[in-house]
Each structure stands twice: as C-alpha cells, then as structure tokens.
C-alpha cells in the first residue's frame, strides 16, 4: 500500500554534475564556465497534485514534512529507499530531449529538488519549478 503502482507515474532525474570550464576555439579558459551535460535515469513514483499540509482530520493539526521555509511546488513520494536523488538534483516530468549520446541540458528540467524527507520506508521530495518552465 506504500507505493501502489498504479499511483505512480514515469519521471526522470538526475544528480548535480560540476560544471565545467568554457574554452574556446583555442583552448583558452573563458573565464565562464557552463553546465555539465547530464544522462537522466527514468523512475516511477507519486507526484502530489499541488503543495498541500498533511492534515489531520478532526484534530485541528495539520504536518509540513519540510518546514515552512523550504520553497517547493509539488512532492514527489517513494518507497524506493535507493534513489541517489539529493538536494541537487533536477526532474522532468515529459521525456528530457537528449542529444545524440544520451546527455541533456539540465537547464532543461520542468523541476529542481530543494528538500528531501527521508521516512522509515519511504522517501519524500519537495520539488519547485524551474524558471521560465
């Protein structure tokens, strides 16, 4: 009943990569640097139809799993224990445009995590939508 599969739905992630260094056409450091190309792994979990409290019906209290400061739009909910997502990760929600060899921009994701909630057995992550998306 944790995480029945029909409540899941397929998403896909993946984990911050250091950006690199912008050299140009002679090799020469920029001086910027621009995002890592990122390969996104296809998972299966819940995703919350809005940001809501838990409530607690006939009791008045209602539960914020990520406190009141955290911004975030929607949670994604698992009981899959192992996912590597962590703080620094990015989702999308529609298949991610890949290039050639699997790689995307993770400028591209719908949704970056800015707070994970870790249970007994399952997992909880607060997601907000990325700008412009």
Same mark, same amino acid.
């Given at each position: 009943?944790?995480?029945?599969?029909?409540?899941?739905?397929?998403?896909?992630?993946?984990?911050?990569?250091?950006?690199?260094?912008?050299?140009?056409?002679?090799?020469?450091? $920029? @001086?910027?640097? /621009?995002?890592?190309?990122?390969?996104? *792994? %296809?998972?299966?979990?819940?995703? #919350?139809?809005?940001?809501?409290?838990?409530?607690?019906?006939? $009791? @008045?209290?209602? /539960?914020?799993?990520?406190?009141?400061? *955290? %911004?975030?739009?929607?949670?994604? #909910?698992?009981?899959?224990?192992?996912?590597?997502?962590?703080?620094?990760?990015?989702?999308?929600?529609?298949?991610?445009?890949?290039?050639?060899?699997?790689?995307?921009?993770?400028?591209?994701?719908?949704?970056?995590?800015?707070?994970?909630?870790?249970?007994?057995?399952?997992?909880?992550?607060?997601?907000?939508?990325?700008?412009?998306?």
């Amino acid at each position: 009943m944790r995480d029945l599969i029909r409540n899941n739905r397929k998403m896909w992630y993946a984990t911050f990569q250091e950006a690199t260094k912008e050299v140009d056409e002679y090799g020469d450091y $920029t @001086g910027n640097e /621009v995002p890592a190309l990122v390969k996104p *792994v %296809e998972f299966h979990a819940n995703l #919350s139809a809005t940001r809501g409290t838990q409530g607690f019906t006939g $009791t @008045g209290a209602s /539960v914020d799993y990520f406190g009141a400061n *955290v %911004e975030y739009a929607l949670i994604i #909910s698992t009981a899959q224990m192992d996912l590597p997502i962590d703080e620094h990760s990015y989702v999308w929600t529609e298949q991610p445009v890949l290039d050639g060899e699997g790689y995307t921009d993770p400028e591209t994701a719908q949704y970056a995590v800015t707070a994970v909630a870790r249970g007994l057995y399952h997992m909880k992550y607060a997601i907000k939508r990325m700008a412009g998306r």
